[in-house]
């Protein structure tokens, strides 16, 4: 069965890095474009960054672009975002997720559990 | 970022029916498929509804939805305690090259 399972997110001081990663499995992960949506404490859904499927392709959401990047590592069915000059807005559960082949249509058919990047000092 | 417009709660009496509607614009809802996402709380998205009405097979039939040029509407019948939930519509902008979330609407069943 597919599995999506994120890693990486903790508490961090305004200004530093993080890397999160996201493994999945169970799936041909090389077809499928990959985005990370993230939940800030008590609200909405947050689109953040998508991947299509071999890396050539990316979009940002304006909130992070310059400072989050997102990658893609085929060979180890990996998806990472690094996430530079971290803001206390920047606080939230940040979901990996599958996307289809075309990955314009955004349905999301696999999501993690998440992983909580927490920004304070 | 613009977002795609929801109203922000919902609700219904076991067994009736309720729909949620999501307002976009010419380049986000006019242009590409929408899809629905069921949250409850504590848990991750789960995907309801693709390309503007197709079900996942998870989801039971009392589940539709529809759109019609620029806004798309989820329409949930027989309504059930299990169906409280945060429903987020979404789709792609090409305008902007973005994936835009509705706000969110928050189901109540009474």
């Known amino acids: 069965q597919v599995q999506v399972v994120e890693s990486g997110g903790g508490v961090v001081q305004p200004g530093r890095s993080l890397r999160l990663s996201c493994e999945v499995s169970?799936?041909?992960?090389?077809?499928?474009?990959m985005f990370w949506v993230r939940q800030a404490p008590g609200k909405g859904l947050e689109w953040v960054a998508v991947?299509?499927?071999?890396?050539?392709?990316?979009y940002y959401a304006d909130s992070i672009k310059g400072r989050f990047t997102i990658s893609r590592d085929n060979s180890k069915n990996t998806l990472h975002l690094h996430m530079n000059s971290l803001r206390l807005e920047d606080t939230a559960i940040y979901y990996c997720a599958k996307g289809p082949g075309t990955f314009r249509l955004v349905s999301l058919d696999y999501w993690g559990q998440g992983t909580l990047v927490t920004v304070s000092s | 970022q613009s977002v795609l417009i929801q109203p922000p709660s919902a609700s219904g009496a076991p067994g009736q029916r309720v729909t949620i509607s999501c307002s976009g614009g010419?380049?986000?809802?006019?242009?590409?498929?929408v899809t629905w996402y069921q949250q409850v709380p504590g848990a991750a998205p789960k995907l309801l509804i693709y390309?503007?009405?197709q079900r996942t097979s998870r989801v039971p039939d009392r589940f539709s939805a529809s759109k019609s040029g620029t806004s798309a509407s989820l329409a949930i019948s027989g309504l059930q305690s299990a169906d409280e939930a945060d429903y987020y519509c979404?789709?792609?902008?090409?305008?902007?090259?973005?994936?835009?979330f509705g706000g969110g609407t928050k189901l109540t069943v009474l």
């Open positions: 390309s503007n009405y």
């Open positions: 169970g799936l041909m992960f090389s077809a499928y474009g």
């Open positions: 979404a789709a792609w902008d090409d305008s902007l090259n973005t994936v835009l």
């Open positions: 991947i299509s499927h071999d890396g050539g392709e990316t």
């Open positions: 010419s380049s986000n809802i006019g242009r590409n498929t």
